[in-house]
């Protein structure tokens, strides 16, 4: 059954109603944040043993270093390639300032 025959008018009300801004358009995709999950599930195995945060600033670091390092094992980085150890330990020490 299609989502929107349920609601055949959810989305126009909303607009309507100023709920929602009237360019929203509904995504028809039955799994979009799928994609993003799994994207998602390196940072956290990682996070969870840590049991949270103490400020905002740490965690937004800390998921950042996260982000960035599983960005280099990846190969999503410009101009260094997946196997490239070198490149990686000198993009590693340039933006955080240790020596991988």
């Known amino acids: 059954m299609d989502k929107n025959a349920a609601y055949p008018g959810a989305m126009e009300t909303l607009k309507v109603d100023e709920a929602i801004d009237p360019q929203t358009q509904l995504r028809q995709s039955k799994y979009p944040n799928n994609t993003i999950e799994q994207d998602h599930r390196h940072i956290k ?19 950042g270093e996260i982000e960035a390092m599983n960005r280099i094992r990846k190969g999503q980085v410009n101009g260094i390639d997946q196997g490239d150890g070198v490149s990686q330990a000198k993009l590693i020490d340039a933006l955080f300032g240790i020596a991988a």
């Open 45 to 63: 195995r990682i996070v969870k043993p840590m049991m949270g945060f103490k400020s905002f600033n740490s965690a937004r670091r800390t998921l």
